[in-house]
């Protein structure tokens, strides 16, 4: 089983693979630039290659890189619109330059001009990309407002167009905040019938494993340290105890006061997988 953290990069990304490996990850999560931030500095080749060096002595994988937070590719802004695409492949290009192997998208909101409008500019805005590395990860929301991804039947579109070629990241404290309750074991490998039936089987290919700061249904997105929110340690064993899901990567997002607060998380995790052998 591999586990692994959101690593920040404020140190560099040769520091952010240093830390992965401190932690004893096997796989990791990170951001290219600021999440927050339309602007980009050009990396040189140097601090890309010495990346790549890192990742492939410290035998990490994957490597996800995740999109930042103002992107809204679903959005019916034109001008919204046009700088989220620009931006994305900016990103795609980077990412593929380090060798990432997944790039998690946030789906967007439609801000009120229905979803069918915010699904299909999604499905325009990710068109040049698909069949590329990295591959391209839609992720579940908590389904806030005009936020797309809420519910699984969102996604019907996007796979019906890209099929395979496209992949889910599935994360458990948004599941759980839009409604679904993956404590209960029957309910959620009944989520995970209805995923395979309706999008792509066997579509999920990472995990962001948070608990919940706030709870079922509530549509607010808080994530908290595993075994202390709403969803506690059980749930984070019945999805490593399944024989699909407990074999994908494990990222954690939760809260980040230092890296004492990840190693606990992920001290989790690997005690959970120690007890049902997957080590």
């Known amino acids: 089983m591999l586990i692994g953290a959101h690593i920040w990069i404020n140190k560099g990304l040769v520091s952010a693979v240093e830390t992965a490996n401190l932690l004893g990850?096997?796989?990791?999560?990170?951001?290219l630039q600021n999440p927050r931030s339309w602007k980009r500095k050009r990396r040189n080749s140097n601090e890309v290659m010495k990346f790549r060096e890192k990742v492939k002595n410290y035998k990490i994988s994957p490597v996800v890189i995740h999109m930042p937070y103002i992107l809204n590719l679903s959005s019916p802004d034109r001008e919204i619109l046009k700088k989220s695409r620009e931006l994305l492949e900016y990103e795609m290009i980077e990412a593929e330059q380090l060798g990432a192997d997944y790039y998690v998208i946030h789906p967007g909101s439609h801000r009120g001009a229905g979803i069918d409008v915010g699904i299909k500019n999604l499905v325009e805005s990710i068109k040049p990309f698909v069949r590329k590395k990295p591959e391209i990860l839609v992720e579940n929301t908590a389904g806030h407002g005009n936020t797309i991804g809420g519910r699984w039947e969102d996604f019907v579109y996007l796979f019906e167009k890209f099929g395979g070629d496209i992949g889910i990241c599935f994360d458990t404290a948004h599941t759980f905040q839009a409604g679904y309750d993956i404590r209960d074991e029957d309910k959620f490998l009944e989520m995970l019938e209805?995923?395979?039936n309706?999008?792509?089987p066997k579509g999920i290919l990472v995990v962001h494993a948070n608990d919940?700061?706030?709870?079922?249904?509530s549509h607010l997105d808080r994530h908290q340290h595993i075994g202390e929110?709403?969803?506690?340690?059980?749930?984070?064993?019945?999805?490593?105890k399944d024989r699909y899901i407990g074999t994908l990567p494990f990222i954690i997002e939760t809260p980040k006061m230092d890296i004492?607060?990840?190693?606990?998380n992920l001290d989790i995790l690997k005690s959970i997988e120690k007890r049902y052998h997957r080590l």
């Open 198 to 200: 309706k999008l792509l």
């Open 260 to 264: 004492e607060a990840d190693k606990k």
């Open 25 to 31: 990850c096997n796989c990791f999560q990170i951001f």
């Open 229 to 240: 929110g709403f969803l506690g340690r059980k749930t984070f064993e019945i999805l490593i």
């Open 212 to 217: 919940s700061g706030s709870p079922l249904g």
């Open 194 to 196: 209805m995923i395979d």
